[in-house]
C-alpha cells in the first residue's frame, strides 16, 4: 500500500483529491494539509511515501514547502495544481527545481471530457514516483539568468554535418531537458527541437523557465517557421510538430498519435524522413512508450540516437523501450548527454 499526503489549501480539493486517490486499492490518504507549514508536519509524523502539492497555499506555499521537505524529510512530490496564472505555473517549475518529480493538472469534475484520463495520469504518477529513491537536497543559490545570444542562420542541409537536435520527454523531463541546456556551451548552435508531454497552460512558463538556464533563444515553435541555428523550438499545446524540407516547422492538429498531442513519435518520425543522418534524436523519462519506436527509425535512416538512462529517469517507460527495440546508440544520464551532444555537433 502507498502512503499519500494529500496537500491543498481547499478543503473541496482535498477531500476530491482523497477520493480519487483512494480509489485505486494500491493506494491510501493517510493524511491532509491544508498549507505547507502543515504538510511539512505531516511529513515528519507520517512518512508518507508520496505527497501531492498545491502551490498557491498560505502561511507556507508550495513551492517553500517542497524545499524544506527535500532538505529535511525527501520525500517523492507530486505537484497537482489548478491554477494556469502566470505566477503559479512559474512557481510550479521552480518546485520541479528544488526536487518535485512530476507536476499534473488537478482531474476536472466527473462529467468533464477527461476526467477519466487525468485520474489514471494521476494514479499512474504516484505510483511511479513512489518508487524513486529521492536524495536530500542541500540549500542552494538560484542559477542567474542567461542573456541569450541571437542567431538568425538557417541551418545548411548540405552534406553529413548534424543539422538539427530532436528531444522527446514526458514524466520528469522537465528537469531533464533543462539540465541539458543548462550543459550545453556557445560552441553548439544546432537547432534543437522539444516535445515535452505536459499539462495544458503549463507549457509558455516551461518554456520561460527553460530560458533562464540556456545560453539560446527558447520559444513556443509557430506553423511554418524557419529553424533556425541556436534556437530551442517547443511544440505548443495541442499541436504535433513536425519538420518540412527547406527546414521550416510544421504544426498538425490532424493526428493524435499514441493518443497524444504533441507526439514524440511524430517529431521522430518527421526529423527521420527529412533530416535522416544529419539529425539526432533523443529520448527522455516518461511513461510509455511515445517515441520508442520512431527513434530506432531515425538511426536506421543513419541518425544518432540517445536514450537517458534508468539511474536518472524518474521513469523509465519511453527510455527503456527504446533500449529494449535497440533504437539507441547511446544510453547516457542528461549531462553526459550534453557532453555527446557537444562532441557529436559542437564547434560547427
Known amino acids: ?139 542552494k543559490k538560484p542559477i542567474k539568468k542567461i542573456s541569450p545570444v541571437k542567431w538568425e542562420t538557417k541551418p545548411d542541409l548540405s552534406g553529413d554535418e548534424i543539422q538539427l537536435i530532436a528531444i522527446g520527454a514526458s514524466t520528469g523531463g522537465p528537469m531533464a531537458i533543462r539540465t541539458i541546456l543548462s550543459n550545453l556551451s556557445s560552441q553548439l548552435t544546432i537547432p534543437i527541437l522539444i516535445v515535452q508531454h505536459i499539462a495544458p497552460g503549463f507549457i509558455q512558463g516551461f518554456a520561460d523557465w527553460l530560458a533562464g538556464s540556456s545560453k539560446f533563444p527558447v520559444h513556443i515553435a509557430s506553423n511554418g517557421e524557419t529553424i533556425l541555428i541556436g534556437h530551442n523550438y517547443i511544440a505548443p499545446d495541442g499541436f504535433n510538430m513536425g519538420v518540412a524540407k527547406g527546414g521550416r516547422i510544421t504544426l498538425s492538429q490532424d493526428e493524435a498519435v499514441n493518443n497524444l498531442r504533441p507526439s514524440v513519435s511524430y517529431l521522430f518520425r518527421s526529423v527521420a524522413e527529412v533530416y535522416g543522418k544529419q539529425a539526432i534524436g533523443v ?40 533500449v529494449n527495440l535497440e533504437a539507441a546508440v547511446f544510453v547516457l544520464s542528461p549531462e553526459e548527454i550534453a557532453k555527446k551532444l557537444e562532441r557529436l555537433a559542437g564547434g560547427r
Open 1 to 139: 500500500m502507498i502512503k499519500v499526503l494529500v496537500v491543498d489549501d481547499s478543503p473541496t480539493a482535498r477531500e476530491y483529491l482523497t477520493f480519487i486517490i483512494n480509489s485505486d486499492p494500491g493506494l491510501k490518504v493517510i493524511g491532509t494539509a491544508g498549507d505547507g507549514e502543515k504538510a511539512l508536519e505531516l511529513a515528519r509524523l507520517e512518512k508518507p511515501d508520496v505527497i501531492t502539492m498545491d502551490i498557491n497555499m498560505p502561511k507556507v506555499n508550495g513551492l517553500e514547502a517542497t524545499r524544506r521537505i527535500m532538505e529535511e524529510i525527501p520525500t517523492p512530490i507530486v505537484i497537482v495544481t489548478a491554477s494556469w496564472d502566470v505566477k503559479d505555473v512559474k512557481t510550479t517549475f521552480l518546485a520541479m527545481e528544488a526536487g518535485a518529480l512530476a507536476a499534473l493538472e488537478r482531474p476536472a469534475g466527473m462529467n468533464s471530457p477527461g476526467y477519466k484520463k487525468n485520474v489514471k495520469e494521476m494514479i499512474q504518477t504516484i505510483k511511479l514516483v513512489s518508487e524513486v529513491k529521492v536524495v536530500k537536497r542541500w540549500p
Open 283 to 322: 529520448l527522455l523519462t516518461g511513461m510509455g512508450k511515445d517515441g520508442a519506436r520512431e527513434l530506432k527509425m531515425m538511426k536506421e535512416k543513419g541518425a544518432v540516437t540517445i536514450a537517458q538512462d534508468k539511474e536518472s529517469s524518474i521513469v523509465f517507460g519511453m527510455p527503456g523501450e527504446a
